[in-house]
Nanobody, 123 residues
């Protein structure tokens, strides 16, 4: 089972990035998905989640209205569209898979993780 994130990089405040998470090795549509992030010296925190069909979206208050989670079950890809980025969004972003239909905000409830992609928001 493999999750591979991409799309991170350096962006100026107010800019946008779209992260992708390519999934292989299992039936993608059987898993709810989530995005988490971890900044230096901080614990991993929840960002967004969706259910196995792409509905049931839920966001952390800090990103609500700026970030959008989506998935393409035909292509086995999870996305995170990030707009109006702020310096405090700087972190390593991880995608995670949870067996079952419902999303979840707790990292401990996820079964598989990607290796992470760095997002740096700075002028």
């Amino acid at each position: 089972l493999q999750l591979v994130e991409s799309g991170g990089g350096l962006v100026q405040p107010g800019g946008s990035l779209r992260l992708s998470c390519a999934v292989s090795g299992y039936t993608f549509s059987s898993y709810a998905m989530g995005w988490f992030r971890q900044a230096p010296g901080k614990e991993r925190e929840f960002v967004a989640t969706c259910n196995s069909s792409g509905g049931g979206k839920y966001y952390a208050d800090s990103v609500k209205g700026r970030f959008t989670i989506s998935r393409d079950n035909a292509r086995n890809i999870l996305y995170l569209q990030m707009n109006t980025l702020k310096p405090e969004d700087t972190a390593v972003y991880y995608c995670a898979a949870r067996h079952g239909s419902s999303g979840n905000i707790y990292a401990s409830h996820y079964d598989y993780w990607g290796q992470g992609t760095q997002v740096t928001v700075s002028s």
